[in-house]
């Protein structure tokens, strides 16, 4: 199972991004998705997850003006991000509950560098 990420660049503040995180390879089925982000010199944290049944879950610093959403036939979960702050700047990785025939484990995908900046 692999996790390919994109969608990240240089914007300004107020600006917008929409990331992307497809899944492919091998697998059964595909639970929760998560997008964390990690700034420099701070832990991974989580931003927002989405369930395999559409319920959403968002960070205090996000809510509001980002979106988590998924298309299940495209394996993939999206990141709309909204109104983008400095503070926003930070590496965006994905992570997949997957389950395979081998059984059920979380995935990342390799991140993306967002910055936020004028």
């Known amino acids: 199972v692999q996790l390919q990420a994109s969608g990240g660049g240089l914007v300004q503040p107020g600006e917008s991004l929409r990331l992307s995180c497809a899944a492919s390879g091998s697998f059964l089925s595909i639970r929760t998705m998560k997008w964390y982000h990690q700034a420099p010199g701070n832990q991974r944290e989580l931003v927002a997850r989405?369930?395999?049944?559409?319920?959403?879950y968002y960070g205090d610093s996000v809510k509001g003006r980002f979106t988590i959403s998924r298309d299940n036939a495209k394996n993939t979960v999206y990141l709309q991000m909204n109104s983008l702050k400095p503070e926003d700047t930070a590496v965006y990785y994905c992570c997949m509950g997957v389950t395979t025939y081998l059984g059920s484990r979380d995935y990342w995908g390799q991140g993306t560098l967002v910055t936020v900046s004028s």
């Open positions: 989405i369930t395999a049944g559409g319920s959403t």
